[in-house]
């Protein structure tokens, strides 16, 4: 198996070049030019290719090859960062390879999920101050999503909760909307976040599915577990 995965020097990129690894995966990543050194606890073992992730020569070059692509989407600046990386990893992984992108739980995709007041402020928030400082444009994420969910591609897209540090507490469980009582906790250890993306490459049941994660230790994951015995 051949990985990319894009993003590869943030926090959650690197977690997951460890899942990979750690599955005998070949992983290549991408990662800004001057982000690589946060990558050289892997020397040796991972291909780099640098560059800005939403560089279609860059992400071409990268993709090639590979059965699963790990993409992290983040909404840097205001120039289409967010869709262009997802539009390039659309046009040019090859056709049957898993796609795999992360997103928040602000992304919906039918329109179902139901916030709490709290999110829907802190969304607000996120939006406004992105706006005027113009350093994340939430809105691009959105339209990255969009096309993703338009794709005929063999996408999943992980909607993570709010995220923590820590040990693995192991496999996140999952459901189709925010809002279902299992999801209420709305954490997630950012070491399964990635855990829960690597995982979804070899699993079928996810292919065109935006599943919101929640941390398979917290309270409101619990009770579920206790509720189906
Ligand atoms: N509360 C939360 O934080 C939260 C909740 C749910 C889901 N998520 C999702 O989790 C993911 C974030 O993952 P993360 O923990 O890995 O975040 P991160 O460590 O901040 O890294 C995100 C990526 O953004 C890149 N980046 C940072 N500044 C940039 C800039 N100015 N221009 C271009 N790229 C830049 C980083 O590359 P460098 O290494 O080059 O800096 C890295 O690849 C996103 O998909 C987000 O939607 C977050």
């Given at each position: 198996m051949k990985v990319c995965i894009i993003g590869a020097s943030g926090k959650l990129g690197r977690y997951m070049v460890r899942h990979a690894l750690d599955r005998g995966y070949e992983v290549v990543g991408v990662c800004r030019e001057k982000s690589a050194g946060k990558l050289n606890a892997f020397k040796g073992r991972i291909t780099i290719v640098p560059g800005?992730?939403?560089d279609r020569g860059v992400i071409q070059q990268a993709v090639e090859g590979c059965d699963g692509v790990l993409t992290v989407l983040v909404p840097w600046g205001v120039k289409n960062y967010s869709s262009g990386t997802a539009q390039a990893v659309l046009d040019f992984a090859r056709p049957g390879a898993r796609l795999i992108f992360s997103c928040g739980w602000?992304?919906?995709?039918?329109?179902h999920d139901r916030y709490s007041r709290t999110l829907k402020v802190q969304e607000k928030l996120a939006e406004w101050i992105g706006r005027l400082t113009r350093l994340i444009d939430i809105h691009d994420q959105v339209e990255a999503c969009r096309r993703i969910f338009a794709s005929d591609a063999l996408w999943t897209v992980v909607r993570g909760s709010d995220l923590e540090e820590g040990e693995s507490q192991g496999l996140p469980v999952w459901s189709?909307?925010?809002?279902?009582?299992?999801?209420?906790?709305n954490r997630t250890r950012r070491v399964d976040f990635a855990l829960f993306m690597v995982e979804a490459l070899q699993?079928?049941?996810?292919?065109?599915e935006a599943p919101a994660i929640v941390g398979c230790r917290t309270p409101s994951a619990l009770a579920h577990a206790d509720a189906e015995t």
């Open positions: 800005a992730t939403n602000h992304i919906t995709r039918d329109g189709r909307h925010v809002g279902d009582p299992i999801l209420k906790s699993n079928d049941a996810l292919i065109h």
